[in-house]
């Protein structure tokens, strides 16, 4: 039984365990993470809770949004991290609706608002459940640190995580501090930003990246495990491709002090967000990025963590949208 009395946070049954399968980004695919959860060694208890006898899942953020079922997704997420079978952290997704339906902005881009609306459909004869997801999302921590390991939504830079996490050992963010991060001048806005979403350069001049979404966007997303970049093309991370004749243009001083630098030294992270193509891999011994494109017809990628401090390419498991079918 889950308590739903009134401590949405408190997990029951919890036990101890360094051994955890991280999972990439979710977006509505509820049939391919029950389908790659089985896979796994999760079954349902009693409860309906999906569970390992010795394992824990952490889920990785952006559970919400695109996928054909939102609502399914959420509560069997919820339940494992009610249930104290899983752990969760907030996607820019999560916060994008938090942004929109508690803190009532108005998201500046139709892109974000277009891409909630799925959900909001979703949802709308269930206002009663999304309320009560909404007030999940809120308490669920911006990262974790654990077991030997790191997890975010995007990208871990120590110089905002680490006083972040002095004041918030737990990783969540109070309502006071979700508020301030809506102003671009404070600290929580630099946070939440990197957190989620990762860092990114402006592109010179008038360039712009025509994205296979339709979109223009006048910055593209950086890496930060390479050690020294010399030029864009060291650093592109996404699946657009700049324009062509930037890839050798030598980063300056400015962009160079823009950049975020994950050494090799660090305990293992683990990441979502960006939309990977092809047959998933490490990114370094200790750097894996585990969101291949689920509900675009790509993997919906884990992890199975054991404590390593260097990671290794064969415990690396998916399932395939292809092989549902
Ligand atoms: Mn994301």
Request: net charge neutral; with cysteine; charged share 25%.
């Amino acid at each position: 039984m889950s308590d739903r009395s009134g401590n949405i946070g408190m997990p029951i049954r919890m036990f101890e365990t360094s051994s955890l399968d991280l999972i990439g980004d979710a977006h509505g695919c509820a049939a391919l993470l029950e389908a790659l959860l089985d896979r796994l060694g999760y079954r349902p208890d009693a409860a309906g809770v999906l569970r390992h006898p010795t394992r824990k899942v952490v889920f990785l953020g952006d559970i919400i949004d695109r996928g054909p079922q939102i609502r399914e997704a959420v509560a069997m997420v919820r339940r494992m991290v009610e249930g104290g079978a899983a752990y969760a952290i907030l996607g820019n997704h999560e916060i994008n609706a938090l942004r929109a339906c508690r803190l009532e902005v108005r998201q500046r881009h139709s892109r974000q608002r277009q891409v909630l609306k799925e959900t909001l459909e979703q949802y709308a004869r269930y206002q009663k459940e999304w309320d009560s997801a909404l007030d999940w999302f809120a308490q669920l921590p911006l990262c974790l640190e654990m077991a030997g390991m790191r997890a975010v939504h995007a990208c871990w830079d120590e110089r905002l995580m680490r006083p972040f996490l002095e004041r918030q050992p737990d990783g969540r963010l109070t309502p006071e501090q979700l508020q301030r991060s809506l102003d671009p001048q404070s600290f929580f806005f630099d946070l939440v930003d990197r957190a989620t979403r990762g860092p990114q350069l402006n592109l010179p001049g008038n360039l712009c990246i025509h994205g296979r979404d339709g979109i223009q966007r006048k910055a593209f997303r950086t890496s930060f495990w390479h050690a020294q970049p010399h030029v864009y093309g060291d650093v592109v991370f996404q699946p657009d491709p700049l324009p062509h004749c930037i890839e050798e243009r030598p980063l300056q001083e400015r962009e160079l002090n823009q950049l975020v630098y994950y050494p090799p030294d660090q305990p293992p992270l683990f990441f979502g967000h960006y939309w990977r193509n092809g047959h998933p891999s490490l990114l370094t011994p200790n750097v894996a990025c585990l969101d291949y494109s689920a509900v675009k017809g790509g993997h919906l990628v884990a992890y199975r963590y054991d404590g390593e401090q260097a990671l290794s390419a064969d415990r690396l498991v998916w399932q395939s949208a292809n092989d549902l079918a």
